[in-house]
């Protein structure tokens, strides 16, 4: 199987909505909400959307962004989702999509990446990741 890990372009759009519509637990995706998301996205500087493709079908996708801050004197990289279709888990296409999101945010001089997660932290600490906050959030 050979997994391909490439930016996103406006043809991937369809594709990542159907592992969008696996990855919500806490809101149901929609459509329209989603295509004006990515169109967002796919042109904003600041964002990466990554996907892992075999013969022409995306199996996987990471959102991530970059920022300034203070507390790390500069920029600090936040990964958003991380979604890899059910069949193609424990085959290293997560890793391979981290690596090359840690490839983009190191381009970028980001100190740190940082991410939130409820079912996957031995994902992320048999990848090098540490616990390091409580995550919080309120819905708007």
Avoid at 69 to 84: P, R
Avoid at 89 to 107: D, I, N, P, Q, V
Wanted: proline share 1%; aromatic share 14%.
């Amino acid at each position: 199987m050979n997994i391909i890990i490439r930016k996103a372009d406006v043809y991937d759009k369809e594709q990542i909505f159907c592992l969008v519509k696996n990855f919500a637990t806490s809101f149901e995706p929609e459509i329209g909400a989603f295509r004006k998301s990515f169109d967002n996205l796919i042109n904003d500087n600041s964002a990466i959307i990554l996907v892992a493709e075999v013969n022409k079908c995306i199996i996987g996708y990471c959102l991530g962004f970059d920022h300034y801050t203070f507390y790390a004197n500069g920029k600090v990289a936040w990964l958003e989702e991380i979604m890899v279709e059910e069949s193609h888990r424990k085959k290293g296409t997560g890793e391979m999509l981290m690596k090359e999101f840690e490839a983009w945010s190191e381009s970028r001089e980001s100190k740190l990446i940082g991410l939130a997660t409820r079912r996957a932290a031995s994902f992320y600490t048999a990848i090098g990741y540490h616990e390091s906050a409580t995550f919080f959030r309120k819905i708007l």
